[in-house]
């Protein structure tokens, strides 16, 4: 029993240790498999994925915030802010957070600091279950008192403060279409603000700092700061006071004369810098979505998408994204290659003759003198620039001829985009140069039959101001980094030399002929004694666009010698008793030639223009 019991023992601790030698066997495989496999592990972590792991634990570790960059401000030439952007806060509450009994307490304060209505209050903060918004730009004394108060009380208010930055332009409508607007993220959506966007958002830094379990900052822990980059200021070359006068004017004529909108730039030649450009009606780009008086006349009558097409109709600057027939204000470009050419003379009495009508070759019907009831007769194209005779201009078109029109055209920058730093600028349309007809070629001479925009007109005129040498239009006269003070200033950008000096100053002669002698006249009735030379235009409704009417408009320079302004007006459409250039758009010009040339420091030289007063209203084309 004992024995058998021993050996029983035995056998079972042999059983027993070869069971156990198994075990341990696949144990110590176990083990070592194990062992491998996060051997294997670790290298993977180490050399593989070593760095992607590490920013994954920094970033569960770190506290990043954004460290907003101020827009740049926007200043007219002389420093008048026309743009600029304040911190501001806007204060949710989120009623998950407050205690039924605190409710009544905190709709009260913040009630009576926001001035804002209490029951109103008092119901959101009892009806909502979401955080919801209380106020936008709140003034930082009122933010203020509300965190003072909101300090010392021992219960959650649940109120919180987000900051955010607001744009303002402290001129309402003045240069609207230039300035554009910013969108709720602060970034450029037209005009100025979209163009040089780049310049005037900056770029945002950032602070990264530790934090701990609960998400929060650890005090005095190591950070890393990258500050912001803060925009650039801009100084236009607009001018408020020259815009301001524009701008009135400009309203004045399109509402006295029943015109549909106008359009005025007013540029310095020697520099193509823009004094002034303006669009009326305009805008608030305080309150965009507005519409304007002349838009809310039928607002209610438009559907939803004509809302939204009127509204950014609304905020385009038309002077560089419209296109127009110029009209007889082109003769000018005409007189210029004919005289450059030598294929005419300024004063060659009787060179042309109007007898009304101008026969085409091969054309039964002929095309009319404006003044076909009382033909211009023999006249120099001195006279005929002054009457606007459109006969003698298609004789002078016809002997330049197609192509030689072209080549001065794309001289002149007609064929191209100015490059003016606004958004959306078109370019007009122009046969092509091989399928011109005779009659074609005709109706170009006196500025109809091909489009421009009013932007590339004024610059043409500008070249014959600036004795021959196009510049490109310039509305940015310096920027500044507002973190290191650094100016830069532009420099004029020159683009070619169109025409000769010679030439220029017998366009000019005969511009200042138009004043005093001419269709022109009635810019010198309002601005009495001052040196003026000027061009009127009337472009007349083409079957194609019959619905948009006449276009009267009119650009002058001043002084004629060494000229400082020169001024393009154009009125669409006007739907009164006067229609003509001369008739409408050149005393708008005069008056505000009358205000403007005095704040520029022209003289009038106190000479009464002697202006042949004789001609009829009809006169003035
Ligand atoms: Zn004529």
Not at 230 to 250: C, S
Not at 485 to 504: A, L, W, Y
């Amino acid at each position: 029993m004992k024995k058998k019991k021993t050996k029983n023992k035995f056998d079972d601790i042999n059983v027993i240790n070869t069971t156990s030698s198994i075990k341990l066997k696949t144990f110590l495989v176990i083990i070592i498999l194990f062992f491998i496999a996060l051997i294997i592990r670790l290298i993977f972590l180490q050399f593989v994925n070593g760095s992607e792991l590490q920013s994954a634990a920094r970033a569960r570790q770190t506290l990043t915030e954004t460290i907003s960059a101020k827009r740049g401000t926007i200043y007219d030439v002389n420093g008048q802010t026309l743009a600029i952007s304040y911190e501001t806060d806007k204060i949710y509450i989120d009623p998950t957070n407050i205690k039924d009994e605190n409710k009544e307490t905190i709709a009260q304060k913040l009630s009576e600091i926001l001035e804002i209505d209490y029951q109103e209050l008092l119901e959101k903060i009892n009806n909502n279950t979401k955080r919801f918004s209380v106020a936008s730009n709140v003034e930082q004394n009122k933010v203020e008192q509300i965190k003072e108060w909101k300090n010392k009380l021992d219960f959650s208010t649940g109120i919180i403060f987000e900051e955010t930055t607001s744009r303002t332009y402290p001129y309402n409508t003045l240069a609207s279409t230039i300035l554009g607007f910013t969108n709720s993220d602060n970034s450029g959506a037209y005009g100025i603000e979209y163009s040089w966007n780049s310049f005037l958002s900056g770029t945002a830094g950032k602070s990264v700092s530790l934090k701990d379990a609960s998400q929060s900052e650890i005090a005095n822990s190591e950070k890393s700061y990258i500050a912001a980059e803060n925009g650039y200021d801009l100084n236009l070359t607009i001018d408020v006071n020259i815009q301001g006068i524009i701008e009135r004017e400009l309203a004045t004529a399109v509402d006295e004369y029943e015109c549909d909108s106008g359009i005025t730039i007013a540029m310095d030649p020697s520099n193509g810098k823009i004094l002034a450009m303006a669009d009326y009606p305009n805008f608030d780009p305080n309150n965009r979505n507005t519409p304007n008086s002349k838009l809310a006349e039928n607002w209610d009558t438009l559907s939803s998408e004509e809302k939204s097409n009127a509204l950014l109709r609304m905020w385009t600057p038309k002077a560089v994204t419209d296109t127009y027939a110029p009209g007889s204000v082109f003769k000018l470009i005409t007189s210029s290659i004919g005289l450059e050419e030598n294929l005419v003379k300024t004063d060659t009495a009787g060179e042309f003759n109007c007898t009304g009508y101008y026969y085409i070759n091969g054309e039964e019907k002929p095309i009319r003198c404006w003044n076909w009831k009382k033909p211009h007769g023999k006249q120099s194209l001195r006279e005929a620039l002054e009457h606007s005779c459109n006969p003698a201009f298609i004789e002078l078109g016809l002997r330049i001829g197609a192509q030689l029109s072209y080549k001065y055209y794309q001289a002149f920058g007609l064929f191209e985009k100015t490059g003016i730093s606004l958004p959306g600028e078109a370019i007009g349309k122009f046969y092509d140069l091989n399928k011109i007809n005779q009659h074609e070629l005709a109706t170009m001479s006196f500025g109809e039959k091909f489009t421009i925009t009013p932007i590339q007109m004024i610059s043409a005129v500008s070249t014959i101001a600036n004795d021959g040498v196009l510049v490109q239009p310039q509305l940015v006269d310096k920027i500044t980094n507002t973190d290191t003070g650094e100016v830069t200033e532009f420099k004029t950008k020159e683009i070619r030399q169109v025409i000769s000096k010679s030439t220029t100053d017998k366009v000019k002669s005969m511009m200042e002929s138009v004043v005093s002698e001419g269709s022109g006249y009635r810019v010198a009735e309002q601005a009495k004694g001052f040196s003026i030379g000027a061009k009127t235009g009337t472009s007349e409704p083409t079957s194609s666009t019959s619905k948009d009417g006449y276009t009267a408009s009119f650009v002058a320079i001043s002084p004629v010698e060494n000229t400082k302004i020169v001024l393009l007006v154009i009125l669409k459409n006007p739907k009164g008793s006067l229609h003509n250039g001369g008739q409408i758009a050149a005393p708008t010009a005069g008056k505000m030639f009358a205000e403007i040339l005095p704040y520029m420091g022209i003289e009038s030289g106190n000479k009464v223009n002697e202006t042949n007063n004789n001609l009829s209203e009809s006169d003035l084309y």
